[in-house]
């Protein structure tokens, strides 16, 4: 795959985990919450998730427009995914003081994260200076 392929495919992958960000986030903290919540009960935790991820989404769509001049961003999700997908791992394996375990989240945010992680790292392409 060359630069050019790599760059349309990553404009597809920055609108697709920008809207993700923006539009899923809630609804899947809803819907599946052994995988994608980590309170149960009342909580701030997850409006303040909902709203980093959908202010992340906001610029990674802006991004998909132009991602070379986004670098720094696209490579900040890398990076940051993969370090937040790490600490969930290992914590997902802890037991909370009321007994509840957050083992499903080994197959729900985690795997998430690190999908985004490489997907992005791999389509985007690498400057060369020379």
């Not at 009960?41 to 991820?53: D, R």
């Not at 890398?78 to 007994?99: L, N, P």
């Not at 197959?107 to 994260?113: F, I, M, N, Q, S």
């Amino acid at each position: 795959m060359n630069d050019t392929q790599k760059l349309a495919a990553l404009r597809i992958v920055l609108i697709v985990v920008g809207l993700i960000a923006i539009f899923a986030i809630w609804p899947l903290m809803i819907l599946w919450p052994s995988g994608w919540a980590w309170h149960s009960g009342h909580s701030q935790y997850p409006l303040m998730i909902v709203g980093i991820y959908a202010t992340l989404g906001v610029f990674l769509l802006m991004a998909s427009r132009d991602p070379m001049k986004h670098l720094s961003l696209i490579w900040f999700t890398v990076w940051s995914s993969v370090v937040h997908g790490a600490i969930m791992a290992v914590q997902s394996f802890g037991v909370e003081m009321d007994g509840t375990s957050h083992v499903g989240h080994l197959v729900g945010d985690v795997p998430a994260l690190f999908v985004v992680a490489a997907a992005l790292a791999f389509f985007t392409p690498r400057c060369s200076n020379t």
